[in-house]
């Protein structure tokens, strides 16, 4: 044999060898991925959820004051004014916060397409926990400023107490339906293998009162009724399980 005959020989087997190996690398990748992509046996996904009805304890008045001027700068400072009197007012009564809302100007125009005069809203929003306060201090409110709406909610502690509960029924019925198919499939338990809890908050439930306070009489309006609903709260908890002889 030439030495080029053996040079052209070695350099063939080294390719077969490279390629040997290359294809038992991919073989055991294949297999690695095939094992990690397909879930063992007696393996099943559940969901379960729990939820109830809790009176609402918050509750949002939010109230409104509307001028028009002739500039857009008078009009500017209009507004603040009549907002921080509102405000003011807000702070001396016991058990109910206050905080600005919207705020907007906007010109008007005349057939032609000239500004002929601004327009301008702005809002204070009453939040509390004692209907009863917030109602009356909306009512006291009624010279400087009219209701828009009123909207309930719960309150993060009244949110969080639901939940509790409710997280520890859901996780009782993810339980009882795992021992149920467990026993259904011929195994004698589970453990678990992945679980997720949910939970779901309930959106604020508006009841628009502008009507009611807008028939009013001059002068200090009587307290607005108000009255909370209630709101539901879900948890949700999802996972699998492997089932066990």
Do not use: C
């Not at 397909?38 to 996904?45: H, R």
């Not at 009244?158 to 997280?167: D, I, P, S, V």
């Amino acid at each position: 044999m030439t030495r080029t005959t053996a040079s052209v020989f070695t350099l063939v087997a080294a390719a077969a060898l490279a390629s040997a190996a290359a294809f038992a690398t991919d073989a055991a990748r294949a297999a690695t991925l095939s094992a990690v992509e397909s879930p063992p046996a007696g393996v099943l996904s559940l969901s379960a959820q729990a939820s109830e009805e809790v009176p609402q304890d918050v509750v949002d008045i939010t109230l409104f004051y509307e001028q028009e001027a002739a500039d857009a700068a008078s009009l500017t400072d209009a507004l603040n004014k009549r907002t921080a009197a509102a405000l003011a007012q807000a702070k001396n009564a016991s058990g109910v916060s206050a905080h600005t809302g919207a705020f907007s100007i906007y010109p008007s125009t005349d057939r032609n397409g000239r500004i002929s005069a601004w327009r301008g809203r702005t809002e204070v929003v009453l939040e509390s926990r004692d209907f009863a306060a917030a109602s009356k201090l909306a009512g006291q409110m009624n010279t400087s400023m009219q209701v828009a709406n009123v909207s309930f909610s719960l309150s993060p502690e009244a949110q969080r107490t639901a939940a509790e509960h409710l997280t520890r029924q859901a996780i009782d019925a993810f339980r009882k339906q795992a021992e149920s198919a467990a026993q259904a499939f011929g195994y004698s338990g589970y453990t678990i293998r992945q679980v997720n809890i949910g939970q779901e908050a309930p959106p604020p439930r508006p009841m628009f009162a502008m009507r009611a306070m807008a028939a009013a009489p001059a002068g200090e309006a009587a307290p607005l009724p108000v009255e909370g609903g209630k709101a539901r709260v879900n948890v949700n908890v999802s996972g699998s399980v492997q089932m066990t002889r």
